[in-house]
């Protein structure tokens, strides 16, 4: 009978012999600072710490100040404003299908080969969610935030500078611009014309000086969509190790095979991995972030 029993982790132990429980914390650690490494949303928003599903705390929305001193003159104090926030996490899921033979792969074995097919689906699933806000469970996501300065247009220099115009109107500088490799040869077309002296834009890792971040081509961010904020004011938080649960005979409903038939572990002699990571995101100021939706042109 499997043993399945959470904490038990030797590493000459095989699958067949844990079939549920929390990844061994060395195989989980990786694998979350993979989905950190590589997640855009998680480059560029602020970590939070999170012990539970939800954490309150407080976060300066603004009002400090600094002044002049005179000498021996005593100084001024300001009022920072703050504001109470609620983050609260949502449970993201992958289902991993591969050959029954892994369950005889020692753990070490095992997890070096999921790692990367769960970091993936994981970083991939937050970052369609919370930036372009497709199968979003929370709250909030970059595209919605953006929504009330979004420039429509083709990616072009003027309106590219209509993007950046509606955030400062609100009184931000964006600190990332989110895009797509696809666009690339697009902001390579970017020149800003100075006292007839041409000046390109992009440099292969920034436009204008602000550091572009690209999502992943599968996320499905139409060619000449530009994303521009201040990432200081989105937050995300893991609360909780990696789970996870190995079986033998389920039949997976989302996974078809050449027919389109739903795939049966026990009549493929096959096994799949679930894992779930629980995962905190919100945005404290919508305001923060602009967006430039272009027509589809492919990409």
């Known amino acids: 009978m499997p043993i399945t029993n959470a904490t038990f982790t030797p590493d000459n132990a095989t699958m067949l012999h844990n079939m549920k429980g929390v990844v061994p914390r060395d195989y989980g650690q990786l694998i979350i600072e993979t989905v950190m490494a590589n997640s855009v ?3 560029l928003a602020k970590y939070e710490e999170m012990t539970k599903l939800e954490k309150e705390f407080d976060v300066m929305a603004g009002g400090l100040g600094a002044y002049w001193v005179g000498e021996g003159q005593r100084i001024q104090t300001s009022a920072p404003k703050w504001i109470k926030v609620v983050m609260k996490a949502k449970k993201l899921g992958v289902i991993v299908p591969v050959s029954r033979e892994y369950l005889n792969y020692k ?9 990367p097919k769960v970091a ?4 991939k699933k937050f970052d369609a969610a919370t930036i372009l806000g497709v199968e979003n469970p929370f709250e909030w996501s970059v595209d919605k935030s953006a929504t009330d300065r979004k420039t429509e247009g083709e990616l072009n220099l003027a309106n590219y500078d209509a993007l950046i115009g509606k955030l400062n109107d609100e009184g931000y500088e964006p600190n990332a611009i989110v895009s797509k490799v696809a666009n690339k040869s697009l902001l390579k077309g970017l020149v800003r014309n100075t006292d007839g002296i041409p000046t ?3 440099d292969g890792t920034s436009l204008d000086g602000v550091s572009v971040f690209n999502v992943h081509k599968d996320l499905g961010m139409n060619k ?11 937050y995300y938080g893991i609360p ?3 789970h996870y ?8 409903s989302t996974v078809t095979d050449a027919e389109g038939n739903p795939l049966n572990l026990f009549e493929r002699e096959m096994i799949a991995m679930r894992a779930t990571m629980d995962v905190g995101f ?10 430039l939706k272009a027509p589809v042109v492919g990409g």
């Open 282 to 291: 919100m945005i404290i100021k919508d305001e923060a972030f602009a967006c």
């Open 224 to 234: 000449g969509t530009l994303y521009a904020g201040d990432f200081n004011y989105a």
């Open 240 to 242: 909780y190790d990696i």
């Open 41 to 43: 949303m998680m480059q």
């Open 107 to 115: 753990q070490p074995d095992f997890w070096n080969l999921m790692r």
């Open 120 to 123: 993936e689906a994981f970083y």
């Open 245 to 252: 649960k190995i079986s033998e005979e389920a039949q997976l």
């Open 200 to 202: 390109r834009l992009f």
